[in-house]
C-alpha cells in the first residue's frame, strides 16, 4: 500500500479505512500534500470557498469549553452584548457584500439561541437574503429540528455545530454538554433540510488517533464542510500555555482529512494568524475553503488579502 495507491482509490470514488488513515497519518508528508491537493481538484477543480463570521451575541457563555475565552472556566473579561438588532445585522452584512464571499455565518455565545433571539433574528435574516449575494449560515447551540426549520424559513442554508474532537477526548475538553448533544443537534438539522458545517479544534491535546476518528464521525455523519480550527493559546483559559501547533503537523491534518472527506469543503478556520504563512500552504494541500476576517475571539487574516492571495493561486472563489 502506497499514498498513491489510496489516491487513485479516493479518487476512484473509494473510502480509505481507519488503518489507511493511520498509514498516511506517518507516511511522506510532502508526496501526501501531493496527494490530497490532487484529490481536492479532482471532486471540486479550482472551486474555492469563503465565509465570513459576525459575533451577533457575545459575552460570558454558560459552557466549559476550557479553549475558549468566553467559557466559564476562563479568567478574562469578556463584554456582553445582547443579540444584535435586525438593521445593524443588515449594516455588517452589506459591508460583506462588498467582498467576494459566499458565505456569511451569524455566531453566538451560549449552549443555545432562545426562541425569542431566534424570533428577533429571522427578520434580519430575510432582510439579508433579500437586499444582498450572501448565504446565511447560522451558529446558534444545540437547537432542535422545529427551530431549524424555522431559522430556514428565513432563509438560512446551513447551520454551523462543531464536534470539536474525537468522541473519546470531548470530555477533557467541555463537560457542560455531551458528544451526543452535538450528534444529535446535526441530525435534527439534516432532518430541517439544512446543510452541515462541523469540524473541530486541533492542538489541544488530542492524539493523532482522536483527529481520525472525528474525521470518519463527520464522514458517517455527512456533513457539507469541515472546518479546521487551531488552538490560539490564550493567557487566562485553561489551554493558555498550550504550544502551538506545527505548520508541518496542520499541513498534515488538513491533507489526511482530504483523504478521508472527499467530497467535503475542508476549512481552514481559527488559528491561521500565527502560520507563517497564513496558511495559504493548506490551500495546496487539500484545503479548499476559508474563514476569512477577524473571528470571534482571535485575529484573522484582511478578506482583501485573503480573496487576493486565493485568486493568485488559480482559484474560483465561488
Same mark, same amino acid.
Given at each position: 500500500?502506497?499514498?498513491?495507491?489510496?489516491?487513485?482509490?479516493?479518487?476512484?470514488?473509494?473510502?480509505?479505512? /481507519?488503518?489507511?488513515?493511520?498509514?498516511?497519518?506517518?507516511?511522506?508528508?510532502?508526496?501526501? &500534500?501531493?496527494?490530497?491537493?490532487?484529490?481536492?481538484?479532482?471532486?471540486?477543480?479550482?472551486?474555492?470557498?469563503?465565509?465570513?463570521?459576525?459575533?451577533?451575541?457575545?459575552?460570558? &457563555?454558560?459552557?466549559?469549553?476550557?479553549?475558549?475565552?468566553?467559557?466559564?472556566? +476562563?479568567?478574562?473579561?469578556?463584554?456582553?452584548?445582547?443579540?444584535? $438588532?435586525?438593521?445593524?445585522?443588515?449594516?455588517?452584512?452589506?459591508?460583506?457584500?462588498?467582498?467576494?464571499?459566499?458565505?456569511?455565518?451569524?455566531?453566538?455565545?451560549?449552549?443555545?439561541?432562545?426562541?425569542?433571539?431566534?424570533?428577533?433574528?429571522?427578520?434580519?435574516?430575510?432582510?439579508?437574503?433579500?437586499?444582498?449575494?450572501?448565504?446565511? &449560515?447560522?451558529?446558534?447551540?444545540?437547537?432542535?429540528?422545529?427551530?431549524?426549520?424555522?431559522?430556514?424559513?428565513?432563509?438560512?442554508?446551513?447551520?454551523?455545530?462543531?464536534?470539536?474532537? $474525537?468522541?473519546?477526548?470531548?470530555?477533557?475538553?467541555?463537560?457542560?454538554?455531551?458528544?451526543?448533544?452535538? /450528534?444529535?443537534?446535526?441530525?435534527?438539522?439534516?432532518?430541517?433540510?439544512?446543510?452541515?458545517?462541523?469540524?473541530?479544534?486541533?492542538?489541544?491535546?488530542?492524539?493523532?488517533?482522536?483527529?481520525?476518528?472525528?474525521?470518519?464521525?463527520?464522514?458517517?455523519?455527512?456533513?457539507?464542510?469541515?472546518?479546521?480550527?487551531?488552538?490560539?493559546?490564550?493567557?487566562?483559559?485553561?489551554?493558555?500555555?498550550?504550544?502551538?501547533?506545527?505548520?508541518?503537523?496542520?499541513?498534515?491534518?488538513?491533507?489526511?482529512?482530504?483523504?478521508?472527506?472527499?467530497?467535503?469543503?475542508?476549512?481552514?478556520?481559527?488559528?491561521?494568524?500565527?502560520?507563517?504563512?497564513?496558511?495559504? $500552504?493548506?490551500?495546496?494541500?487539500?484545503?479548499? +475553503?476559508? /474563514?476569512?476576517?477577524?473571528?470571534?475571539?482571535?485575529?484573522?487574516?484582511?478578506?482583501?488579502?485573503?480573496?487576493?492571495? /486565493?485568486?493568485?493561486?488559480?482559484?474560483?472563489?465561488?
Amino acid at each position: 500500500m502506497t499514498i498513491n495507491d489510496l489516491k487513485d482509490k479516493v479518487i476512484s470514488g473509494g473510502l480509505i479505512t /481507519i488503518d489507511d488513515a493511520l498509514f498516511l497519518s506517518e507516511a511522506d508528508l510532502d508526496d501526501l &500534500c501531493k496527494a490530497a491537493d490532487e484529490i481536492q481538484h479532482t471532486f471540486f477543480g479550482n472551486d474555492f470557498d469563503i465565509c465570513a463570521v459576525v459575533n451577533v451575541k457575545g459575552g460570558k &457563555c454558560s459552557e466549559n469549553c476550557v479553549y475558549c475565552s468566553q467559557s466559564t472556566c +476562563a479568567k478574562i473579561p469578556v463584554k456582553a452584548h445582547a443579540m444584535i $438588532s435586525p438593521e445593524l445585522l443588515l449594516r455588517h452584512a452589506r459591508l460583506r457584500n462588498l467582498h467576494d464571499i459566499r458565505h456569511y455565518c451569524l455566531v453566538s455565545s451560549g449552549k443555545r439561541v432562545s426562541d425569542k433571539d431566534i424570533d428577533k433574528i429571522c427578520s434580519g435574516i430575510k432582510a439579508i437574503c433579500r437586499d444582498t449575494k450572501l448565504s446565511v &449560515c447560522t451558529s446558534f447551540g444545540l437547537l432542535g429540528e422545529e427551530q431549524f426549520r424555522k431559522l430556514k424559513e428565513a432563509g438560512v442554508v446551513r447551520i454551523h455545530n462543531n464536534l470539536e474532537t $474525537s468522541r473519546r477526548y470531548f470530555p477533557y475538553l467541555c463537560t457542560s454538554h455531551t458528544y451526543d448533544e452535538k /450528534i444529535a443537534t446535526i441530525i435534527a438539522a439534516k432532518k430541517a433540510g439544512l446543510e452541515v458545517c462541523s469540524g473541530g479544534i486541533f492542538g489541544v491535546g488530542e492524539t493523532m488517533k482522536d483527529r481520525i476518528d472525528m474525521a470518519f464521525t463527520l464522514r458517517d455523519l455527512d456533513v457539507t464542510s469541515v472546518p479546521i480550527n487551531l488552538l490560539n493559546p490564550i493567557k487566562g483559559t485553561p489551554m493558555g500555555d498550550f504550544a502551538p501547533l506545527t505548520k508541518e503537523e496542520i499541513l498534515r491534518i488538513t491533507a489526511l482529512y482530504r483523504f478521508i472527506l472527499p467530497k467535503q469543503y475542508i476549512r481552514l478556520a481559527a488559528g491561521r494568524n500565527y502560520l507563517p504563512d497564513s496558511g495559504f $500552504s493548506c490551500f495546496k494541500s487539500g484545503a479548499n +475553503a476559508t /474563514i476569512t476576517g477577524n473571528m470571534l475571539t482571535v485575529k484573522g487574516i484582511s478578506m482583501d488579502e485573503d480573496i487576493r492571495t /486565493i485568486k493568485e493561486m488559480g482559484y474560483k472563489v465561488i
